[in-house]
């Protein structure tokens, strides 16, 4: 049968001497219940049961805290978890650790994963949500994010979204360089000097190599001549790219022109008209001067060069 202490109006106390202790033993399969709140203000509260339920959706630890942040036990609060022989297992809030946010403002006070020694520890998730903000990591010091540990990471990058290591990189660079030609290589943005490859395969036109510099393209080498500024080179000719310009060959102060084992004039198919300068020298079949070399100036003076024995003919005759 039930017993009921009922005390109106006054304090109920059970108190023993030092070192003895209140014992409420319902027996293995009973229970203890409390109505009302339960203060317990002991050091320290030990809780031996295997099963711990708890209807508050907050547990608050470092409960009355009045200064600025966690002032005990070095700015540290948290849970700690035994691992028996192993080294505890903690969750702390460690004031003294500062971060960098996202707006690139400094705070103090962060969440550490670590062991009772002060080592951090590992912590397993396969996502982490930042609201749509950037996702800022170390933020300090000179490590690295590494991916060690997985199997032939580089080949597993494979969608546009996938973030690559450095071998992925190296990778690539590499096998740009041996399976796929570079265009172009060159400096400048505005102004870019460059070499050029372009060809057939791919613009449908003659295959050359192009060199600019300064976005002005200076020189065309194709498969069978070389175009550089207003001139073109094709086996042992020399052109010039403007139709009808002058070819000209020209030396500094008083050098000269020289030229080894002579000069060719080939016989044209009509006369030249008269150069605005100077005399225009060109090859013709020999006519009464025996010679082959005719010249026009500019007052349009059109003749043969004489050979030296018809020269010498022509004085005894005349």
């Known amino acids: 049968m039930a017993k009921h202490l009922n005390l109106i109006g006054t304090d109920y106390r059970i108190s023993t001497d030092s070192e003895h202790e209140i014992i ?42 009045t200064g600025n942040g966690i002032s005990a036990n070095g700015g540290i609060a948290g849970l700690a978890v035994d691992r028996g022989t192993y080294v505890d297992a903690l969750l702390l809030f460690r004031e003294g650790l500062t971060w960098l946010s996202p707006s690139m403002e400094t705070f103090s006070g962060a969440f550490s994963l670590e062991d009772a020694n002060g080592d951090i520890i590992a912590l397993r998730t396969n996502a982490i949500t930042t609201e749509g903000g950037n996702l800022f990591l170390i933020n300090a010091g000179s490590g690295v994010i590494s991916v060690a540990g997985t199997v032939d990471y580089e080949t597993n990058v494979v969608d546009d979204d996938h973030i690559p290591n450095k071998k992925y990189v ?39 190599l192009e060199v600019g510099i300064d976005t002005i393209i200076t020189t065309q080498f194709y498969t069978t001549y ?93």
């Open 170 to 208: 190296d990778d690539t660079v590499t096998y740009k360089l041996e399976n796929q030609a570079v265009r172009t290589v060159g400096d400048g943005t505005l102004t870019q000097t460059y070499i050029r490859a372009l060809d057939e395969e791919t613009t449908q036109s003659a295959s050359l």
């Open 24 to 65: 409420l033993d319902p027996t293995p399969t009973g229970n203890v219940r409390v109505i009302g709140n339960l203060v317990i203000e002991g050091e320290s509260t030990t809780v031996e049961s295997e099963n711990l339920a708890v209807s508050d959706n907050i547990i608050s630890v470092n409960t009355g805290e």
């Open 226 to 318: 070389t175009k550089m500024f207003d001139l073109e080179f094709s086996q042992a000719t020399i052109y010039s790219s403007n139709l009808n310009s002058n070819l000209k060959l020209s030396t500094t102060g008083t050098g000269r022109v020289e030229i080894d084992n002579g000069l060719l004039l080939n016989d044209l198919a009509e006369t030249p008209i008269a150069p605005d300068q100077g005399t225009t020298l060109y090859g013709d079949g020999k006519g009464t001067g025996g010679s082959g070399v005719y010249y026009i100036n500019t007052d349009g003076t059109n003749d043969e060069l004489i050979s030296q024995n018809r020269a010498m003919l022509y004085s005894m005759i005349f």
